[in-house]
């Protein structure tokens, strides 16, 4: 605005100069019309600054990490008489980053008009990217002067990170752990005594505790039920995510390790669970993960967690959700990412 500004006082200087050395009707009316030209701009301006309504419906509510995210702001003209001209101020960055990027995307309305302008951003990191649409400024007849409105909507924009499976191995122990579950195996028999697996003919060292007399009366030979093998959460995966290690780097590799972790437990037919501390509502949330669809829902949720400040209390929840529940393995995610077995560094993992 400054050097518009600089050339309209260098038009009106000269126009002032023009008249005060030319005896010319017509520099009369110049020198008049620049000297009103900035009262008609206000009054125009306080007419039409409010006029440019803009609208953020066209921003994609997800992206992929290290690819472009294509974001439509959309203006529209209120007014049914007059074009404007307007130029919106964004700015765009991550929910824990300090710094935000500007852009500034401009264009011009028909009276009643509705226009789209992109913002091409790239997605470094994963988690929660904001956009926010901060003012829009409305430039008079000759785009000299402008009116700048404040806006302050906002979008966001979820970057999902990239499912990777990764080296690991599932030991007997945690294959054959039997953890306490709603759900059964219609493939796998096991040692619940709340679900039969199937009934079948007695067969020699068969627990007499087993036979189902009811059924054995009815077919006149004794019949033996199999128990069912529950398909309970055997792994635990629990996001300890603290003030001290937020960072914008640190939160999307941390994603990217759960996201990899979870996706490659499925893969390998490992029902596991994945946790963390919710402090705004002093509570552990618990998500039990059977495939990839359910892990990409938690990685969904995972990104609108917020870190922890009071360490203790959070220690004291985990220990109260988790009080009498046994896990094969208990690995744990922290801030940046890192993991650890059951309290322990590994080289590689076995759970």
Sequence with gaps: MIRRTAGYLAVLLFTAYLFFMYDAEALSGMLALCCLYPVFSAAWLLFAGKKAVPDLYRVPSVGEAGKQ???????????????????????????????????????ALEPGGTETVWCVFEARYCGITEICLESIKVYDFLGIFYRKVKWNKKAQVKIMPEFRLMPLEITRKTREFQA?????????????????????????KDSLKDIHWKLSAREEKLMVKERSFPLGCVVLIYIDYRKENESESGFSHMLETVASLSVTLAEEKCIHM?????????????????????????????????????AEKSEAC???????????????????????KDGESFDFLRV
């Design 69 to 107: 995210v294509k974001a439509g702001i959309s203006v529209k003209n209120m007014s049914a008489h007059n074009c404007l001209r307007y130029e919106a101020v964004l700015s765009v960055g991550g929910r824990r980053g300090k710094k935000r990027a500007k852009r500034r995307l401009g264009g």
């Design 318 to 340: 985990y220990k109260d959700a988790f009080r009498g529940v046994e896990f094969s393995s208990i690995i744990t995610v922290d801030g940046n990412g890192d993991m650890k």
């Design 180 to 204: 306490e579950a709603q759900e059964f195996s219609g493939q796998r028999r096991g040692d619940d005594p709340s679900e039969i697996y199937q009934v079948r003919e007695y067969k020699e």
């Design 274 to 310: 994945a946790a963390w501390y919710e402090e705004k509502n002093e509570r552990i949330i618990r998500w039990r993960i059977s495939d990839a669809e359910s892990a990409c829902e938690m990685i969904w949720g995972l990104m609108e967690a917020e870190p922890c400040r009071d």
